[in-house]
């Protein structure tokens, strides 16, 4: 036989009795029987909005609000301290830690936090975009086609329109529970583990090329592609116009680099990763990048372009078949 209102409402208050989290039954007036009541009793009795730990932590608008915080801070590349500067990636650190969740430090790595999302027609704010491949840049979406980023040199923390399609959006928060204790500082790509990471197993030098693509936020993939069309991994290698080690640095490009030795696989590889990622942020396009790592980035603003050099028209797509051989 059913209860009824009054029945389920009497069983209701009994429970809440027996777990102490209401007055006992005589508490509950006649009018238990409106439904209003009946949903806020029912809600009482099993916890919800109790702070029983069910609580969601920060949403996506909490992101947003916590973005426009930086609005104006000057873009310093490397920076990760709001007094001084940010740049995309440290924007987007800063964030989501004053919101309790760490996040990796470079920018192809945030842009494996989280989840995948499909297109940024599913987008919602708070979830981070990234851009380019290999990733070189962050941002944060607003909603609306508008992001938040620290776009590059000389410019500052700013709304921008998403002016691309990004090649990763991830959403770090769902549902987070208030209590739970976010830590994505360590996430790496997939399947980094050591020197033997991210699809450089069995690659010479691999430990070199993770450390500097995580010290510069450059593709690790790239600095080892890089490596292999210039000098098939050969730190003492010298080329006919001179340029020296496994990176093929001329003398005086490694004197501009602060390079002291070619020749020493670690400061060469280091190197070569600042000087890329100064050639992403100009040119924005890792086959330019690539072009004017060759040629020089003179050339290729004058040609608006990859120059049309037989050694650098052969030298980018050699490079990029590299960079897939690895994954990349």
Known sequence: MSLGVSGVMGRIAELQEQLGLTPPPAALDAAGKSGDKFASALARATGAGQGTGAATGPSGGDVVAAAKKYLGTPYVFGGTDPKKGLDCSGLVQQVYEDLGVKLPRNSWQQATAGRPVASLADAKPGDVLAFDSPVDHVAIYLGDNKMIAAPKPGDHVKIQSVYEKPTHIRRILDDVPAAAVQDMSSLRPAGLRGSAAGGLAGVPYADLFLKAGAKHDVSPKLLAAVAKVESGYDPKAVSPAGARGMMQLMPGTARGLGVDDPFDPEQAVDGAARMLKGLLKEFKSVPLALAAYNA?????????????????QAYVPKVQKALAALGG
Do not use: D, L
């Open 296 to 312: 020089g980035g003179g050339a290729v603003h004058r040609y608006g372009g990859i120059p049309p050099f037989s050694e650098t």
